[in-house]
């Protein structure tokens, strides 16, 4: 980790290289449902909690016969294991994220990155509240270790929901205490993890709410902390081809018009939300 | 396939000096309108995107007289070897590109060339009329695959109504007018041939190709707009094809692109007649695309054509 890394928008954006690089997996973790590759990454210089990466495999992505996955995908960063490295969380949903979490240790792949503005960490005094559904919860456990490191005193357990029990293995990423809620009842709570939200936020309405999950869960979040004038930073996700402002592809309606995700995003306050809910997000 | 190269390693720019239309550049490679948006790069990237500016040029989106939100989401479909995008063509209006983009844009380290598009003659006209005296501005480019609200035709697939736009726009400007042909046309090279009897300086070529995709859950239409255009790897043979017809039937210089991955993709571009070659959705794969693009190039006439040293079957 170089300590000459520049960083933008209030400390919440990190540049990035302006090229793509090749990387390499160090390591492969199976959590339940979901795959955690550890990459080197020497050149990068170290993501804000929220920022995402562009990854594409540099064998047999877009060529050949010119088979999909043809463009890169987006994901969050979500952890900082040591200086030069990242790790990201991957779950096998389509064609790009299979390709992904086939990688092993020793295999390369194309990295651009860190993009796009993480989450704000000035909570002006409130205490933060981290809330995450599947595989949404990766940018939360980067963000839990800053707010680790930086001494926030007792911290409240990050909330997480999942579908089933494999899916929650995934809450292992998080590193400073969690608690779980499955649709199926068969770790945690059984329930949805706004259901937790609405628990904590009934215990101490003072808090700072930093949500990533599914467009749905997202919007439950964004209507209960709206509701009750709890800020809320919520990081979405939509369909992206480049991730640096180039294509234009991946808006999002806000009360301001459409904003390009990867460069105004992705972590939105839930005030310049009418809904979360993102046409063509979660495909 | 050749594994595609690092952008890592390319230190200086590729020196391949070309004369487009008066205008000295470093290299034949330019960015396709619309795909690369380098003030939003450079929040992204900070100076280190100007210092490894990846294109000889610089052609900016499409800029329309009102400002316009673009199509509702979701935008993009991805397809093997390429992309469908229903974009609409967001842009902040002549008045916001005036007072936002073009003093950003000016300070690029390459030409500025403005590419325009109205819904009939006169807009097109107030378009080149406004930037026609801009000394931060070396050239225009017509975006004609858009309808005529007058006619209901699409100005650029039809010979008379380029002619006529062509005619119209002409005498405002000494900067070279390019007018960028749409593939969506009976005969491209009729509208050509059309283009450069109006007074075009330059053609470029070509645009996305229409298509659509439906959403495998529902059935129904995937993207916002119903249908958008394709790009990428999957329309490079087309565009081969619409650069060599065209590049027959006129004597003006052509900006080839479509599909372009590789020095090898747009040297084919050039020996069809190109004077440039774009890059397009290549850049979303790698924001440095265009430069690696050049530097292959560059190494290619280096090393003397050597038509055996691809498999001639590779893609
Ligand atoms: C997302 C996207 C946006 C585009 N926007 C514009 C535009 O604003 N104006 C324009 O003239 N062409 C636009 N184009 C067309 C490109 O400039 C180019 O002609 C086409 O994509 C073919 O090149 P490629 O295969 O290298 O992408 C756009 C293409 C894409 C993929
Ligand atoms: S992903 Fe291309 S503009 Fe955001």
Redesign the pocket.
């Known amino acids: 980790m170089s300590a000459t890394a520049t960083t933008t928008d209030d400390g919440r954006r990190t540049l990035s290289p302006p090229g793509r690089r090749r990387a390499t997996v160090i390591e492969r973790r199976v959590h339940g449902s979901y795959v955690v590759l550890r990459v080197a990454d020497p050149e990068g210089q170290p993501a804000r909690p929220g920022q995402f990466a562009m990854l594409a495999a540099a064998e047999r992505w877009g060529g050949g016969d010119g088979e999909r996955p043809f463009l890169p995908r987006a994901f969050s960063v979500a952890r900082i294991p040591a200086p030069g490295e990242a790790e990201f969380l991957l779950e096998d949903v389509g064609p790009g994220t299979e390709r992904l979490c086939e990688l092993e240790a020793g295999d390369a792949l194309w990295l651009l990155g860190p993009l796009g503005i993480g989450f704000g960490l000035e909570a002006g005094g409130r205490r933060p509240l981290l809330a995450g559904g599947g595989v949404g919860i990766a940018p939360l456990a980067i963000l839990q270790d800053e707010l680790a490191a930086s001494g926030a005193a007792d911290l409240a357990p990050a909330l997480l929901g999942f579908r089933d029990a494999p899916h929650a293995e995934g809450a292992a990423l998080l590193r400073h205490g969690a608690r779980v809620a499955t649709d199926d009842g068969s770790v945690g709570h059984h329930g949805r993890v706004t259901e937790l939200l609405v628990e904590e936020l009934d215990r101490d309405e003072r808090a700072q709410v930093y949500a990533c999950g599914p467009p749905a869960m997202l919007e439950a979040v964004r209507a209960l902390c709206a509701e009750r004038d709890v800020p809320v930073q919520l990081a979405l996700e939509s369909g992206m081809a480049c991730g640096y402002g180039a ?3 991946c808006v999002v309606p806000t009360k301001s018009g459409y904003v390009r995700l990867c460069v105004d995003g992705p972590v939105l306050d839930g005030e310049q939300l009418e809904t979360a809910l993102v046409p063509g997000a979660g495909h | 396939m050749p594994a595609i190269g690092t952008g890592a390693g390319i230190d200086a720019t590729p020196s391949l000096p070309t004369t487009f239309c008066g205008i000295e550049l470093a290299h034949p490679i330019v960015n ?4 690369f948006d380098a003030i939003a790069a450079r929040r992204a990237f900070g100076d280190a995107l100007v210092e490894q500016f990846p294109f000889s040029a610089f052609v900016s ?2 800029v329309t007289v009102a400002p316009r939100e673009g199509n509702p989401p979701p935008r993009l479909w991805e397809l093997p070897g390429g ?1 469908i ?1 229903s ?1 609409g ?1 967001p842009n902040k209006g002549l008045d916001g590109y005036l007072t936002h983009d073009l003093p950003e844009l000016a300070r690029l380290p390459v030409p500025l060339i403005v ?1 325009v598009m109205g819904f009939t003659r006169e807009e097109v006209a107030r378009l080149v009329d406004a930037f026609a005296e801009r000394e931060e501005v070396s050239a225009l480019e017509l ?1 004609v695959s858009c309808p005529n609200v007058e006619t209901g035709l699409i100005m650029g697939a039809d010979p008379g109504e380029t002619a006529k736009l062509v005619e119209r726009v002409r005498p405002l400007t000494a900067k070279p007018i390019i007018v ?1 042909l749409t593939p969506n046309a009976t005969d491209p090279g009729a509208v050509a041939e059309a283009a450069e009897a109006a007074g075009a300086d330059a053609l470029s070529l ?3 190709i229409r298509g659509m995709a439906l959403d495998p859950r529902t059935r129904e239409p995937w993207l916002g707009a119903g249908t958008g ?1 394709v ?2 790897a999957t ?1 490079r043979a087309i565009a081969l094809a619409q650069v060599q017809e065209v590049a027959r039937r006129v004597s003006l210089p052509l900006v080839a ?4 991955q590789r020095g090898r993709d747009a040297d084919d571009l050039l020996r069809a007649g190109a004077t440039l070659v774009a ?4 850049s979303f794969r790698d924001p440095l695309a265009g430069r690696r693009v050049a530097a292959e190039l560059a190494e290619l006439r280096r090393e003397g054509s050597n038509p055996g040293a691809d498999a001639p079957a590779s893609t």
């Open positions: 294509c234009f592809g | 396709g309108s619309g795909t989106k499409t992309l995008n974009i063509l590419n975006n960028k070509i645009n996305t255009g790009s990428g329309v692109m479509g599909g372009v890059v397009g959705t290549e």
